[in-house]
């Protein structure tokens, strides 16, 4: 077996393993011990963090899919085979959500991500139907500022047409060189037609504890 090939089988079996809801914080008062890597999944709300934390470990309901924005209002941690944790943040910029509401959701997302010392990486995830916002702007800059390892994941890819596809990938790509935290390579995905999660689970498995 190639070195290539082994590297896909072991992030096969991670993600197929056991995957557990453990821990719900609110507060950064309240987070879970920190004693394995984790990931975390930040992104404008419904920008389809659930869909694809479900589909990345094929399940159907690991996190719950919302179709009212701004629903999700705490951290929610997964264990993933006692080997890394899954981190689902609150989806951030909601204008619809009450100006003190979102200004709270924002100060645990990002004192959560400046300071979690076992943060090994964050997917922020990017609608490749509308490409970067000057909400995820001002993540990057923030994630960038806390000099935190981030890569981009272009969500939703099935809704493009081929070439709106390329142009998406190239424009997000561009966006990436301009942030000095931001990874080179870009992960472009649709969790509804299983479009590039298997380069994604390679790159996270990457980060698990073995």
Known sequence: MTDEAADAEAARKLFAGACDFIWGSSSV?????????????VGRSNAGKSSLLNALTSRKALARVSHTPGRTRQINFFNLGGKIVLAD??????????????????????EYLRG?????????????RRGTMDTDQQAMKLLDQAAVSYILVLTKLDQLKP???VKAESDIAA???????????IFATSSLKNIGLEALKQHFATLAAY
């Open 175 to 185: 966006v990436a060189k301009t942030h000095t935290a931001a990874y080179p390579e």
């Open 116 to 128: 979690r010392q076992n943060l090994r990486r964050v997917a922020v995830l990017i609608d490749a």
């Open 29 to 41: 008062d309240n987070l879970p011990p920190a004693t394995l890597p984790e990931i975390a999944f």
């Open 163 to 165: 070439a709106e596809r």
């Open 89 to 110: 943040l609150p989806g951030y910029g909601y204008a619809k959500a009450s100006k003190s509401l979102a200004d709270e959701w924002q100060s645990l997302i990002f």
